[in-house]
């Protein structure tokens, strides 16, 4: 590809992902000026799941980014980000990558320092979307002898301007993690061999596996998987002792895990039990 057509592919790239980026911008503001409607008609919300930001305001919140809500038993609040859900809504949470992004920052960066540092010149990286693998790409930067294979169009644009080689496969839009799934991206992915592979997730439960919410995405992961040498789940401590609505994978199909210190004790000793390497930040 000659330098003229390279830069006219990056910017259309960009061009996608920022036009996504809008198009998510205006279904969350319309969909805040519906729940705010609905509110102003049914103060009692039976039935509804409410957004944080015009729950938020009517209990003088602000901009605080985690409400409590009385779930099904009196006294036991659910603590959620980015909303407020009734207990059995849990499973089908799927907030966006705008929304995930403002959530751990700190414990990413550390999880993103920490698996970069696995990493080898010349090797093949295979990364999921998600805010925690998009924080490895920023931190891939540095490097030059380097293929990254993605399924995810910010993480192909963040990286377009290195000297790093990037895979970007094809498939159909998941708005949500500006993902792309599908028998399209599975198809690419089984063409192609990576030596390693950073895997962010939703839930992750030591006893039933790893979890996302959608069934297409992990579709794609485990196609990612059977694709990589190794496995390595990145995820900060908050998904541990959480499922969502698909499985991904058993616990043992992944060789090593990095994560913040606040992971819970008895799951850091579970992952040891069953030969899983962790790394804690």
Do not use: W, Y
């Amino acid at each position: 590809m000659g330098v003229r057509s390279q830069k006219k592919f990056q910017s259309g790239l960009r061009l996608v992902f920022f036009l996504c980026l809008f198009l998510d911008l205006s279904n969350d503001f319309e969909a805040e000026d519906e729940e705010e409607d609905a509110a102003a008609r049914d103060p009692g919300g039976a039935g509804r799941v409410p957004r944080v930001t015009a729950v938020g305001r009517r209990a003088g919140a602000g901009s605080c980014g985690v409400v409590r809500r009385e779930a099904a038993s009196p006294g036991v609040p659910e603590r959620t980000h980015g909303g407020a859900l009734p207990v059995q809504a849990g499973a089908l949470l799927d907030p966006t990558l705008r929304e995930k992004e403002k959530l751990h920052r700190r414990e990413k960066a550390r999880i993103a320092e920490a698996a970069v540092k696995l990493v080898e010149e010349g090797q093949s990286v295979l990364l999921d979307s998600g805010t925690t693998t998009t924080a490895i790409a920023r931190a891939l930067k540095d490097m030059s002898q380097l293929t990254v294979i993605t399924n995810a169009i910010n993480i192909a644009a963040e990286l377009a301007g290195t000297h790093i080689e990037v895979i970007l496969t094809g498939g159909m839009l998941r708005k949500n993690s500006f993902s792309l799934v599908g028998p399209l991206a599975e198809q690419t992915l089984r063409q192609l061999s990576a030596d390693i592979l950073f895997l962010g997730v939703d839930g992750f439960d030591t006893r039933a596996g790893l979890f996302t919410p959608n069934l297409l995405e992990a579709q794609v992961n485990r196609a990612m998987v059977e694709i990589a040498r190794r496995t390595v789940a990145v995820c900060d401590s908050s998904k541990f002792g959480r499922r969502s609505l698909c499985s991904i994978m058993p616990v043992t199909t992944v060789q090593e895990v990095v994560t913040d210190r606040l992971i819970p004790k008895s799951d850091l000793r579970a992952l040891k039990e069953a030969g899983v390497k962790v790394t804690v930040v």
